[in-house]
């Protein structure tokens, strides 16, 4: 069983001999980018990423039950050869924004869940530190499936991006690719959905991972 918004105050209340066990998850929190959003500048982009790499908040946000993705799939589920690297030069991420200017970004949060006004206010602190100055505010119901319709979405949708199932596929094909269901902002790069679609048909599993990875 997996209690969720358990009340603290019945804590003393539970069984004396309750064994708690935590296992790894594929519950991923990921941020999707809108197009035209300041991001698309490479410069103010690498500056965000320095600020923002989930090494410098992951423990902070969840303690030891967390830890940074190395690709863009759970940990669990595939283990990349070459996994995600931050860029780390904090300074050069400083000189870039101000060399670009005034630099504004607002994050939607899914949920109102206080992991993701966590993640949020950690990254925010974060951007701070660079010159970036951030907000964040909770999307209403259902909102973020129709952010590829909203004239004035957020530059950034803080969510879960969980797979249905252990398999690479179930998770480019939902959040990633051209006609994925839950590709929020609608964003897509067909040679990327060309080896996705090499990918799901190959069954050798560490040819699969690195065509996936």
Known sequence: ?????????QLTSLPGGLE????????????????????????????????????LWVKDAFGEFASPSR???PNVMLDPVN????PTDFEA????????????????????????????????????LIGVKATAYVLPSGAA???????????????????DAAHPDSQAKAFFTKDAPLNFFGRALPQADAIVDRAGQVTDVKERDALYE
């Open 71 to 73: 690709s863009v799939y």
């Open 145 to 163: 499936y129709t952010l590829k319709d909203d004239p004035n979405p957020p530059d950034l949708l803080l969510t879960i991006a969980g797979p």
């Open 93 to 128: 991420a400083k000189a870039a924004i101000a060399k670009h200017g005034a630099v504004n970004l607002v994050i939607g949060l899914h949920s109102a869940a206080p992991s993701y006004s966590r993640i949020a206010d950690l990254m925010i602190a974060q951007l701070a």
């Open 83 to 86: 996994p995600i690297r931050f």
């Open 20 to 55: 708690i066990t935590a296992a790894p998850s594929m519950i991923p929190y990921d941020l999707f980018v809108k197009p035209n959003s300041p991001l698309d500048d490479a410069e103010v982009r690498k500056a965000v990423l320095i600020a923002i790499n989930p090494a």
């Open 1 to 9: 069983a997996v209690p969720i918004n358990y009340p603290f105050a």
